[in-house]
């Protein structure tokens, strides 16, 4: 159960690549639906500083790990529905004098009306054309819960457009043409101010420049169970990731 919460940033992919096939370089999408704020280009690569935590409710610590993030984009390829898709692969290292160690490979499907991104089997809809603020859309609505209840953390999200065309500063490198995503925000109680009650605390948000791909990334999840009456341990459980772009070609 505890693994199930382990930064999505964090743990390998688990086989995602054995669901498509028909593999095939060289192919590029051709529409122009939004596309430059997450380009498919073969040896597109962003580099993120990341720093993600860990609520560690069975010890009741909270512990903090600093890690380097390559993102790479690697193939092209048809899915199982003959759609044009890409491979993306990620390796990571804790210091930038260290060798890059593979990490995980994600998958992109851009369509004319949305791109999806799969994440250790994941399917999400990160973005919806055409981009305008206030746009809103369900970019969990590939994500199905009934066989694995702790997917349900993904339910209820509602993406929405923010920021289109402004600048961003992500605390390394500042962006002039950006889009904010943000997709969730809900909090219940805080374990600081009433620490005999459930809290809980779900936050993401991501932000794509023009030319350039993802550049930010926050998510935020935890668990608090009481433990007076509350059948816990009086601690949280749960993670945190913040990814930030510092190089990209």
Not at 73 to 88: A, P
Not at 147 to 170: C, I, M, Q, S, V
Not at 199 to 206: D, I, N, Q, W, Y
Not at 209 to 232: D, F, H, K, L
Request: charged fraction near 20%; hydrophobic fraction near 35%; include cysteine.
């Amino acid at each position: 159960m505890k693994k199930r919460l382990l930064p999505a940033l964090v743990i390998m992919a688990l086989g995602i690549v054995s669901l498509y096939s028909c593999t095939k370089k060289n192919e590029t999408f051709t529409g122009d639906y939004g596309r430059n704020y997450f380009p498919l280009t073969f040896g597109k690569t962003i580099t993120y500083d990341v720093d993600s935590t860990l609520w560690d409710d069975f010890f009741c610590v909270k512990s903090i790990h600093h890690y380097q993030m390559r993102w790479t984009v690697v193939d092209s390829f048809r899915d199982n529905e003959f759609r044009l898709s890409y491979r993306i692969e990620s390796q990571i290292r804790k210091t930038d004098t260290l060798p890059w160690e593979n990490h995980r490979v994600m998958l992109v499907t851009p369509t004319p009306t949305t791109l999806e991104f799969v994440e250790e089997n994941l399917r999400f809809i990160k973005l919806t054309f055409p981009i305008q603020n206030g746009n809103t859309w369900d970019g969990n609505a590939k994500i199905s819960y009934v066989l694995d209840e702790d997917l349900r953390r993904f339910d209820g999200w509602h993406y929405y457009y923010d920021k289109y065309a402004a600048p961003y500063n992500n605390g390394f490198i500042n962006f002039e043409n950006t889009v904010t995503v943000n997709e969730v925000n809900d909090t219940v109680n805080n374990p600081e101010i009433d620490p005999y009650s459930f809290a809980s605390k779900t936050f993401s948000k991501e932000v794509y420049a023009q030319g350039v791909g993802m550049i930010y990334r926050e998510m935020i999840y935890w668990t608090y169970q009481p433990s007076a009456g509350g059948g816990g341990t009086g601690c949280r459980k749960g993670y945190g990731v913040v990814m930030r772009a510092i190089d990209h070609n």
